[in-house]
């Protein structure tokens, strides 16, 4: 069974940078790769940052490209998000996800497991 638990968020001006963190435990050995996504009220859930360990790879919306960094430390079972110079579009609840197919993470239909989520607020 897959468990992601997120952390990091928070509130910051526009131009600020925070790092999300999300702990995962994989007892059974699914994970084929892992991502971040956001959600805004009223809007539909989108993939933010995806890796994959093939290779390994990243993979960036086009809003977040050049802000956004994705990393993993497999050592600490932790997959990272580090977001600079934040604008205020950047606003919503942000997921951790994990997939079970080797390039899955980006896309929300092929979303096995889920964190809770934490809120990142950017405003003045």
């Known amino acids: 069974q897959v468990q992601l638990v997120e952390s990091g968020g928070g509130s910051v001006q526009p131009g600020g940078s925070l790092r999300l963190s999300c702990v995962f435990t994989?007892?059974?050995?699914?994970?084929?790769?892992m991502g971040w996504f956001r959600q805004a009220p009223g809007k539909k859930r989108e993939g933010v940052a995806a890796y994959y360990p093939i290779g390994p790879q990243t993979y960036y919306a086009d809003s977040v490209k050049g802000r956004f960094t994705i990393s993993i430390d497999n050592a600490k079972n932790t997959l990272y998000l580090q977001m600079n110079s934040l604008k205020p579009e950047d606003t919503a609840m942000y997921y951790c996800?994990?997939?079970?197919?080797?390039?899955?993470?980006?896309?929300?239909?092929?979303?096995?497991?889920w964190g809770q989520g934490t809120q990142v607020t950017v405003s003045s």
């Open positions: 996800a994990a997939s079970e197919t080797p390039y899955g993470a980006f896309k929300v239909e092929y979303i096995n497991a």
């Open positions: 994989d007892a059974t050995g699914k994970i084929g790769s």
